[in-house]
């Protein structure tokens, strides 16, 4: 598969957090297209299993979360701008100018009003929702019969490729974790695996990790991992809180992961000469792996993350290899579960 492709597809379609239906059918149709892979559907969680279960196997759940950041409209004025709120962590300073889709009974192309830098007191900063508006060039009448409140609004961006495998666009975080997944599926199809491995596309991180708890719930695993993004070493940020990109998949190490499997992802890197990065946390990881670790009677956890930049904005950034690398540790890891 050219994961570029994969990529695309699943980046450039709309899913804000609670509204990932699309994404979901892109899955879907990705994985039975290209792999002839069955997948079920529900409550926007999409599970593909791989291998054969039985009782003496151990269960192995890999996520990966479908969901994006965006905003919510909550009111529309008099004079036709929306007034919305955010769903997920929004970097407030980046709204203003910004081209956006709102998802009413059709697709309304529309941008974030700003304030010219000639009529401004010398500040725009934003700090927080209260000031953003929505401009679609439609009277409040027309818009208040195309726009239900409540409608999602998600950032007009594609996806654009840049020099040196990198890849810059919206919902990078986690679509490009979705890509590892389906390129997981692709290496382990065939193979007879000592363990059952279920694949899962999980919804509404971004709001709670609602879509892995329910999730883990009905699959009960036993050994869990959650495949997501983590911080790329940009110009003004600290270097000890970020990985590096092109230098592949950041394994996690935490009090509150399991330690038997980060030892055992880092060992199955090693063996099989994939580069990889260790990433340490004090606490909760901020991730899937959180709720996994919990659920139910609990599953030994891990995380697996990818590096990239400008993260939870419409210039998220990432770079294929990282990708492909991910994926290759996941499929030597599996291998080895017995």
């Known amino acids: 598969m050219d994961i570029k492709e994969i990529l695309s597809q699943l980046s450039n379609v709309h899913g804000v957090s609670g509204d990932e239906a699309g994404v979901a059918s892109i899955v879907s149709d990705i994985l039975k297209k290209e792999l002839d892979l069955d997948s079920v559907k529900d409550k926007n969680n ?48 980046i709204l203003p100018a910004q081209r956006v889709i709102v998802h009413g009974k059709k697709d309304i192309p529309g941008v974030v009003a700003s304030v010219p830098p000639h009529l401004s007191s010398g500040s725009s900063v934003h700090k927080n929702m209260d000031n953003i508006r929505i401009d679609t060039g439609l009277c409040a009448d027309e818009l208040r019969e195309l726009v239900p409140y409540g409608s999602t609004i998600s950032f007009d961006v594609t996806l654009r ?11 990078l975080d986690n679509r490009i974790c979705a890509a590892a997944l389906i390129r997981l599926a692709e290496l382990i199809k065939d193979d007879e695996l000592s363990c059952s ?27 869990a991992i959650a495949v997501d993004t983590s911080f790329a070493a940009a110009p003004g940020e600290n270097p ?22 980060s030892d055992m992802l880092i060992s199955t890197a090693k063996e099989n000469n994939i580069s990889f990065q260790h990433e340490v946390m004090s606490g909760l990881t ?8 919990v659920t139910g009677n609990g599953a030994k956890t891990c995380t697996c993350s990818i590096p990239i930049r400008y993260m939870h904005t419409p210039a998220e950034t990432a770079s294929v290899s990282d990708i ?7 499929a030597a890891f599996v291998r080895r579960v017995k």
């Open 240 to 261: 000890k809180k970020c990985g590096l990109m092109d230098k592949g998949p950041m394994i996690g190490i935490s009090p509150t992961l399991s330690r038997d499997i």
């Open 197 to 223: 491995v279920t694949l899962l596309f999980s919804s509404a991180e971004e709001i709670g990790h609602r879509g892995a708890v329910t999730a883990c719930y009905a699959q009960k695993p036993d050994i």
């Open 324 to 330: 492909e690398a991910t994926a290759s540790l996941l």
């Open 46 to 93: 999409v599970f593909v299993s791989i291998g054969m279960p039985s009782e003496d196997k151990p269960r192995v759940l890999i996520d990966a979360h479908i969901d994006e950041i965006g905003m919510i409209c909550t009111y529309i004025d008099d004079e036709g701008f929306i007034t919305p709120s955010n769903i997920g962590g929004m970097d407030y300073r």
């Open 286 to 293: 901020g991730t899937n792996a959180d709720c996994f670790s």
């Open 161 to 171: 490729t840049l020099l040196n495998g990198r890849v810059t666009g919206k919902s």
